[in-house]
């Protein structure tokens, strides 16, 4: 079953601390990431679930604690992190487009500069992938002609264009209107079909409940639950969780 | 008036300066290119090194920006030209004015820069970053460019303002407009060259000062 | 570098200079925020011709390096029997460049006022003069402040202009004790003097920068 440990993990993180100060935001996180899984992870906000992706890429850096993607240690040493980071997509909350480059040129600057593809050969594939989100005819266009969930999805091809071996999305419907969050959420099942492996930070509970492999509740720094879909949503009694959930079906009715 | 108006403009002697002032006007055009071209330059360079945030060299930076701020453009022109040689370092009073100038608009020029690096959002950063740029790339392809539109208004504003300084030279007795202007007026005891250097002025900056609130107000419109 | 003889020598005459230093600035700043203040307003003004008249004014003090109207007003007007003393001359002159300055600063915070605000002042019986005073003024001045007191540091700066028409102020007056001493300790202590009066006005400034961004309004 996918939701216990799995055989082969891409992704092992280790006893991984964090604090902002004197605020703890990770007070020890172990995690194993099989590839191929989605695992989708919830919590209210503070409860460091965006901390513990950005330590994964390293946008922070943990103050404790191992990482290990593919077997290789991705904590420590500085001068790999070019390297680190070309291997993990990053999808954030606010896009985070480069707003005087096109779409096509948002998604091929890292192809150029990271990889050294030649101009042709990145160009191609970024066209490549901007098809695979729906929006090669988007190409020209630059973020401000696009919509926020046009936006979202040239972000997942620019990470989709690396080929990286793990996804991580930092809560990416979050700022869009409710109309446009479908569009997003239909690429990223399409990606699962694939066998991507994907970490979500996420407020949708319906599509981790009906897309994520395992699903994560995080609270105060700590991973409190953790299992299927049907584990989390139904058969939990965790009165933390509970809490929370009935919370969020209150917001959402 | 028609009696005043021929004194502060005797056809004449206006066309007989011209030749020299033409001259003058030349060289401050050199000297504002050059100054310009330095300055801003330097300008941009110290703002990139800054975002690195190496404590001890921004420590010098910002030490650099504050006496630079601090001190009239003339003190140091005047310290340049006259106080070096007595330390056996000769520059001569065209160069000592691109010197000084140039400092001058670095030194401000990088508080501006530096101000557009610093209100690039954090997530452009990030968006580089996360897909494997190494800081310097992410810097130079995609916070640059963001930071510099955002600064062009108190950039154009400030770059004029210092470029404008050009006639502090004639101090220096370097033969630019300003300088050629005064001699010229003591030559014939008439007003006549100044009003002339001052149409030169006028005809040079008055567009430039008008366009800088263009770019302003169309930035503020876009805000 | 500072040979203690002549840093005895120089102090008289860094002290004399100073003091006429100190009275340029304390004229020309208040006289030249007065006039650009006024100028401003007149510049948001209803009346096309009437605005017109102070963009000419703003457009045309701003476009002339300021030594060329110290120049002009010293060696110019005399011919027209206008002989100003030269502190005078100084400060009118200072004072056209710094007001059109000032008035382009100040017009700018004016027109970033919301028109909500004349609207409400105006609606409270308010007549036009109280509601600039009392109103828009005091929003649009603290909206534009960062640029107000960096023109203040540069027109303080720019009373070193002075030295060119024999003024006696602090960077003559080291020039005057160089050529009698024969040394350059004088003007390297003039710039230390300059720093010490400005470097504090300087780190002030780049704070307030900091806290108000330097949004170009």
Redesign the interface.
């Known amino acids: 079953m996918a939701a216990s440990v799995p055989a082969k993990a891409l992704l092992r993180m280790r006893g991984i601390e964090k604090s902002f100060g004197a605020v703890p935001i990770l007070k020890g996180i172990d995690l194993d990431v099989a590839a191929g899984e989605l695992v989708a992870i919830i919590g209210p906000s503070g409860s460091g679930k965006s901390t513990l992706l950005r330590c994964i890429n390293r946008l922070e850096e943990p103050q404790a604690g191992s990482i290990h993607l593919d077997e290789v240690e991705i904590t420590g040493k500085r001068a790999t992190l070019s390297k680190i980071r070309r291997d993990i997509g990053m999808v954030f909350q606010a896009f985070n487009l480069y707003p005087h480059f096109t779409a096509e040129r948002n998604v091929s600057l890292a192809l150029s500069k990271v990889l050294k593809l030649k101009t042709a050969e990145a160009s191609e594939r970024a066209l490549a992938a901007l098809e695979q989100v729906g929006l090669r005819h988007k190409a020209k266009a630059f973020p401000a002609e696009l919509s926020g969930g046009q936006q979202q999805r040239v972000a997942i091809a620019r990470s989709m264009a690396m080929a990286p071996k793990l996804y991580l999305f930092d809560e990416p419907t979050s700022a869009l209107d409710p109309e446009l969050v479908g569009e997003v959420l239909a690429v990223m099942q399409e990606m699962k079909a694939k066998g991507q492996t994907m970490m979500v930070v996420t407020h949708e509970m319906a599509f981790a409940r009906q897309a994520a492999d395992r699903v994560i509740f995080m609270d105060e720094g700590v991973v409190v639950e953790q299992g299927t879909p049907d584990a989390i949503f139904r058969a939990s009694t965790n009165p933390r969780l509970s809490s929370f959930l009935r919370n969020y079906r209150g917001k959402e009715a | 008036m028609g009696e005043?108006g021929k004194?502060?403009f005797d056809g004449t002697i206006a066309a007989a300066v011209l030749p020299f002032l033409f001259e003058g006007f030349l060289v401050t055009l050199q000297l504002s290119a050059l100054t310009i071209l330095f300055g801003l330059s330097l300008g941009l360079a110290l703002a990139c090194a800054r975002a690195y945030g190496i404590t001890p060299l921004n420590v010098l930076i910002v030490t650099f920006v504050?006496?630079l701020?601090?001190?009239?453009?003339?003190?140091?022109l005047?310290?340049i030209y006259?106080?070096l040689p007595?330390y056996e370092i000769r520059i001569d009073a065209y160069w000592a004015t691109v010197l000084t100038l140039s400092l001058v608009l670095a030194a401000f020029s990088e508080?501006?820069f530096w101000?557009g690096i610093t209100?690039v959002s954090k997530g452009q950063w990030e968006g580089g970053l996360s897909t494997g740029l190494t800081f310097t790339q992410t810097l130079f392809y995609i916070v640059l460019y963001q930071a510099v539109q955002m600064?062009i208004?108190?950039l154009t504003n400030k770059t004029i303002?210092i470029t404008?300084?050009?006639?502090?030279a004639?101090?220096v007795s370097v033969s630019e407009l300003?300088n050629q202007?005064?001699s010229q007026?003591a030559l014939y005891a008439?007003?006549t060259p100044?009003?002339v250097?001052?149409l030169f002025?006028?005809a040079v900056?008055?567009p430039?000062?008008?366009l800088s609130?263009r770019i302003?107000s169309r930035?503020?419109v876009k805000? | 570098m500072f040979h203690p003889d002549a840093v005895a020598l120089t102090i008289p005459y860094l002290l004399s200079g100073l003091k006429v230093t100190l009275l340029l600035a304390i004229l020309i700043v208040p006289l030249a925020f007065g006039m650009g203040t006024l100028v401003a307003i007149v510049a948001n003004s209803t009346s096309r011709p009437v605005r017109l008249i102070a963009y000419l004014y703003i457009?045309?003090f701003?476009?002339?390096?300021?030594?060329?109207l110290i120049?002009?007003v010293f060696?110019?007007l005399p011919?027209?029997g206008l002989r100003l003393p030269e502190i005078p001359a100084f400060v009118l002159a200072m004072t056209l460049n710094g007001s059109a300055?000032f008035a382009?600063i100040v017009r700018?915070g004016l027109a970033?006022v919301p028109k909500g605000q004349y609207e409400a002042a105006q609606a409270t019986g308010l007549n036009g003069a109280q509601v600039l005073t009392y109103v828009v003024l005091p929003q649009a001045l603290k909206k534009v402040r960062p640029p107000l007191l960096s023109n203040v540091?540069?027109l303080a700066?720019?009373?070193?202009?002075a030295?060119?028409v024999a003024i006696a102020e602090l960077?003559r007056s080291a020039?005057i004790a160089?050529g009698a001493i024969y040394?350059?300790t004088p003007?390297?202590m003039?710039?230390l003097v300059?720093?010490v009066?400005?470097?504090p006005?300087?780190?002030l400034?780049?704070l307030i920068?900091k806290r108000q961004?330097?949004?170009?309004?």
Do not use: G, H
Not at chain 2, 69 to 76: D, G
Not at chain 2, 164 to 168: E, F, G, V
Not at chain 3, 157 to 161: E, Y
């Open positions: 005043i004194f502060f504050d006496i701020r601090s001190l009239p453009a003339l003190v140091i005047i310290c006259f106080v007595e508080e501006i101000a209100s600064v208004p108190p303002s404008k300084n050009t006639a502090l004639s101090v300003l202007a005064s007026q008439n007003p100044l009003t250097a001052a002025y006028l900056f008055a430039l000062v008008v609130r302003e930035y503020a805000r | 457009d045309f701003r476009a002339f390096p300021p030594l060329v120049i002009f060696y110019a011919f027209l300055y382009e700018a970033a540091l540069e700066k720019a009373t070193s202009l030295s060119v960077l020039r160089q040394d350059p003007l390297l003039a710039a300059y720093l009066m400005f470097w006005f300087v780190r400034l780049s920068e961004s330097f949004s170009p309004v």
